[in-house]
């Protein structure tokens, strides 16, 4: 049997390890929030460069709903474009953008022409870029899946806008 004090000093040497585990930040898809909670700063901006001449297209979505279209030499450029979309419908795109690891995500390809989503939450960001090769069909992928969803959303969303 081991004397109470050894076992208390043991105690307290494990302590700190379990403290700083506990305070650490939360590491991977939207770090610091549980799988359901939409984070406030969420922006996921998506779309396509235009090659040769560095212009970029695409949409924003923000975690209030809004939705822009824009063109340019930088994302939110000449914005041409907005709509809105439901709390809920916001929603089921970040569960999409968890279940899509975007967080977790390292593809940056670099070509003229690629297709890119951009994701803000928590105080994070992650880009993933890809190339699709002129005339093939995009990747059955879950970051295509997700690109294709955000097409639709926004899509939907500006077609919507009074």
């Known amino acids: ?3 109470p004090l050894h076992s208390a000093l043991r105690a307290l040497a494990v ?3 379990l403290l ?3 305070c650490s930040p ?3 898809a939207g770090a610091g929030a549980a799988a359901g909670d939409l984070p406030p700063d969420l922006t ?3 779309g396509r460069t235009g090659g040769v001449a560095g212009q ?3 949409h924003s979505i923000r975690a209030d709903g809004s939705v822009l279209r824009w063109n340019g030499k930088a994302p939110e450029e000449h914005v041409q474009a907005e709509g809105q979309l439901a709390r809920d419908q916001v929603a089921a795109l970040w569960a999409h953008v968890q279940a899509a690891d975007v967080f977790g995500q390292q593809r940056q390809d670099m070509d003229p022409v690629v297709s890119f989503v951009n994701v803000t939450a928590n105080g994070e960001s992650r880009r993933v870029a890809w190339h699709v090769p002129l005339g093939e069909d995009p990747p ?5 899946g ?3 969803a955000l097409q639709e959303a926004a899509r939907a969303a500006i077609e919507a806008a009074p």
Do not use: E, H, N
Not at 140 to 144: C, K, L, V
């Open 1 to 3: 049997m081991r004397p």
């Open 15 to 17: 302590l700190p390890l």
């Open 20 to 22: 700083v585990y506990a």
């Open 26 to 28: 939360s590491r991977g």
């Open 44 to 46: 996921i901006l998506f």
């Open 56 to 58: 970029l297209q695409g």
């Open 140 to 144: 059955d992928t879950p970051i295509q």
């Open 146 to 148: 997700l690109f294709d």
